[in-house]
Every structure is written in C-alpha cells, then in structure tokens.
C-alpha cells in the first residue's frame, strides 16, 4: 500500500519562477489537503480539495496561489513568481472521508522549496 | 483569539520514564484532538485520535486524555525508549467542517 507521495522532495527556484508541487494520495483516498510549514512553527493549513474541486481555500494565499485536484492524476499546487517567503516545507495529506468525519490524516513526507 | 498551545517546544527526559505533552487552546470547541509524531524531514504519523466525549484513550505505550472543562490534552509516552525521540504535534478541528488546526509541537528526546 503506497503512502502519500509528493514530488519531487526538494525544488529549487529563484525569485519570479513558478513552483508546482506534486501529490499523488493514498489509494482510495478522494480528499487532498495542503499545508505549509515554516522553521519552528506549525504545520498551516492551506487548501482543501476533493477530486475536480476546491472545497475550502480559507487559508491560502489570495495571489500567486492555487491548487488542483483533477479527475486523473496528482493534485497540484502551484505558486508563481516565487518570492523569498514562500521557502519552507509543503506537506501534502490525504484521508478517505473530508473534514468533519473524525478521520485522521495521511501525510506526505513533504516538498522543501528553497527560493534563491 | 484562538490559540493552540504546546507547552514545552523541547522535552529531554532519561530512557525507561514517562514523557508527559500538554496540548492547551483557548476559544476553540473541538469534536476531538489528534495526537501525530514528526521526525526531521519526514511527514507527520497519526499516533491517536480522541473524542471530546472521551477521557482517555490508549494505545501500546501511549496514552492521551482529554479535558474539555481545562481545555487540555496529555499525551503521555510510558517507558520511553530513545526511539520515541521525534517532535508530537497536536491537532485539533473546531465544531463543525473545518480545518486542522496543529500546535507548534514539542520536541522530545529520551536520553539513553
């Protein structure tokens, strides 16, 4: 049974590129969360997805941020024009049933972008 | 405003005690609070969940509790080994459908 799989593990970018990270779920898993971890602080949560939609955005960025989830293939969040801020750990998780179900949820081991 | 606490961000304790984490939030009203392990580099592993109607819930050597009048959780790991040494983060979801809210986490490392 394959974990939660993002890739790739370590990207780098300079300043103004794009960044698109890559997370395939657990089997049978329909729901896809993003979080972004910064040195010493918590995990945060970013965007929720179930496959072909965004159920909640609340806590991602209004610009250079967005996420998919298509019907076929590995969700994906994609940040443009990278700035030095947005360097840290993305972690991506999966679980059967949403938000609210009282599932715990299955992490990635992670993508660190590091922006030059 | 709301907040999720973990008391101690490192823990150092000798190998064969028990480790003890507190998880404490302020202005939340959680349906239940899970308890997950970090290690460098790695993604976060569910340890437990625990349900607000819940006092306590075990598994192998750990244990959490759950208090919703203190507005508290223990995570407690009994004859602790050095491979427990990892950060435990605690995680909670508000009432109704949204997000995980995670604590910063404490770091422990069980001396041998």
Redo the contacts between chains.
């Keep these: 049974n394959a974990g939660v799989m993002q890739n790739p593990r370590h990207l780098v970018r300079r300043r103004g590129q794009e960044a698109r990270l890559r997370c395939s779920p657990m089997k049978g898993h329909s729901h896809v969360y993003w979080y972004r971890q910064l040195p010493e602080e918590g995990l945060k949560f970013m965007v929720y997805l179930q496959k072909e939609n965004i159920i909640d955005e609340s806590g991602m960025p209004k610009e250079r941020f967005s996420a998919e989830f298509p019907k076929e293939g590995p969700s994906i969040l994609r940040i443009q024009q990278v700035v030095r801020g947005d360097s840290a750990a993305y972690f991506c998780a999966s679980s059967p049933t949403g938000q609210g179900a009282n599932q715990p949820q299955h992490f990635g081991d992670g993508t660190r972008l590091s922006i030059l | 405003s709301q907040k999720?606490e973990q008391n101690s961000e490192a823990l150092n304790i000798q190998e064969g005690k028990t480790a003890t984490l507190t998880c404490n939030y302020t202005n939340y009203s959680p349906?239940?609070l899970?308890w997950?392990r970090q290690d460098p580099?790695?993604?976060?592993?569910?340890l437990l969940?625990i349900?607000e109607n819940e006092k306590e819930k075990r598994k192998e050597r750990l244990k959490v509790t759950f208090d919703t009048t203190l507005k508290q959780s223990l995570f407690h790991i009994t004859a602790s080994q050095p491979a427990d040494s990892a950060t435990y983060?605690c995680?909670l979801?508000n009432s109704?459908?949204?997000?995980?809210?995670?604590?910063?986490?404490t770091r422990l490392s069980v001396i041998a």
């Design positions: 999720i349906a239940y899970q997950y580099g790695r993604g976060p592993v569910f969940l349900r983060l995680a979801e109704g459908n949204t997000p995980l809210v995670f604590g910063k986490g």
